[in-house]
């Protein structure tokens, strides 16, 4: 799940923004305005050398999280009971994305979090890992009681700075990440992706396919699981068995998609797995400019489903259990702030399979378009993992 493009200006206020908005949540924890008053946004900007409209942005996050709210003609008060919240202790969340994957996540946590008589501070890293360990540490500064991480993988592994967070006594549970780590002793709630990537190909086996294809947006985090459910699942089924087709690209464009049709027509590929939703899209796009018809000449899934219902033809799509990672997760840290000596937990959601109108039944030996015949097979083998 890669970051979303964003010119530098935006980022820039972003980022003073969520600053600014951090030192106020801290400020707020050390109560630091004992009235419960917050100064004036004029006295906030001079202080700390930001525009009024980035002290307005700040604030504005924080009346959204119920941590403040504004009386008119009167000034920003410190809330005695966040909106919508029980009082109680506060959980850091860290999360590398608002805007793909994560929203439902966070839904989950927050409804947890409600349930439990807790409040959630909320921290976004937009994939910077170096914003990611300053946002836990300044969380743990705050004085929440537990963290709920989703942190950035280095070179496949967790990073080395966890262990810091370990030793300062604070509960962590990590969300979608650790079962790359079979060893880990960390807690967790991790979607098992590999499981939903087999899923996918026993459906397109039992619809008849037996070329079946795998187009990946590179990732550290997603793709690697997802490449070795597929390639466990055809070789089960068949040993001996990987994909007909494979490419794995930082970012695919329409021009990539059409030249990965082009070379599924000469391996006779009827089907195709892709990570993720977009790349899946893209791909479907370049097929019917083709003229070929999906799912007739070209079964197509998609993986992740955030947007698998808004393609042009509905995508079929493998569905991570996003909403209820973040319910588990706050489960496993509220039990282990309850009970610290209680036994470790680490929780596998599988996915599942929505049945869209992108698969059908095989037609014929393996895509033809234009007099062009299906060619013997060719195996791919797999690319390897890179770094997003």
Request: glycine share 10%; proline share 7%; net charge neutral.
């Amino acid at each position: 799940m890669n970051p979303s493009g964003e010119n530098a200006g935006t980022a820039a206020r972003g980022h003073k923004t969520r600053r600014l908005a951090d030192e106020l949540r801290r400020g707020i924890a050390e109560l630091r305005w004992p009235g419960g008053r917050l100064p004036t946004e004029q006295d906030l900007a001079q202080d700390q050398q930001v525009s009024v409209n980035t002290v307005r942005r700040a604030v504005d996050l924080l009346v959204q999280e119920g941590l403040v709210y504004r009386r008119q003609g009167s000034g920003t008060y410190v809330a005695d009971r966040p909106t919508g919240l029980a009082a109680g202790y506060a959980v850091g969340v860290v999360v590398p994305s608002l805007t793909y994957y994560y929203p439902r996540v966070i839904a989950g946590v927050e409804r947890q979090l409600n349930a439990h008589g807790a409040r959630m501070l909320l921290r976004c890293t937009d994939w910077d890992p170096a914003v990611e360990r300053g946002a836990a540490e300044d969380l743990v500064q705050a004085g929440v009681r537990g963290l709920i991480l989703v942190p950035t993988l280095d070179r496949g592994a967790l990073p080395s700075w966890l262990g810091e967070l370990d030793r300062g006594g604070v509960p962590l549970v990590l969300a979608e990440r650790g079962i790359d780590e079979p060893a880990t002793p960390r807690e967790f709630v991790c979607s098992h992706h590999a499981a939903g990537a087999r899923e996918a190909v026993e459906h397109l086996v039992g619809l008849g396919h037996r070329r079946i294809a795998y187009l990946e947006r590179t990732s550290p985090h997603t793709a690697p699981q997802v490449r070795a459910g597929l390639a466990l699942a055809l070789r089960q089924m068949a040993p001996g068995t990987e994909p007909a087709l494979t490419r794995s690209l930082p970012r695919w464009t329409a021009e990539d998609a059409e030249e990965f049709v082009r070379d599924a027509v000469a391996c006779g590929v009827t089907a195709v797995l892709c990570f993720a939703d977009r790349e899946a899209a893209l791909l479907v796009g370049a097929a019917r400019r083709r003229g070929l018809e999906v799912p007739g000449d070209l079964s197509v899934i998609g993986y992740d489903d955030e947007v698998a219902d808004l393609c042009e033809v509905p995508l079929t799509a493998v569905s991570p259990a996003k909403t209820e990672v973040g319910l588990r997760a706050v489960d496993i840290l509220t039990g282990r702030i309850a009970d610290p000596s209680s036994p470790r937990r680490q929780e596998i959601l599988l996915p599942r399979l929505v049945l869209r109108d992108s698969t059908g039944q095989r037609a014929g030996e393996g895509l033809r378009c234009g007099g062009e015949p299906a060619l013997p097979h060719r195996t791919g083998g797999l690319p390897p993992a890179h770094d997003a």
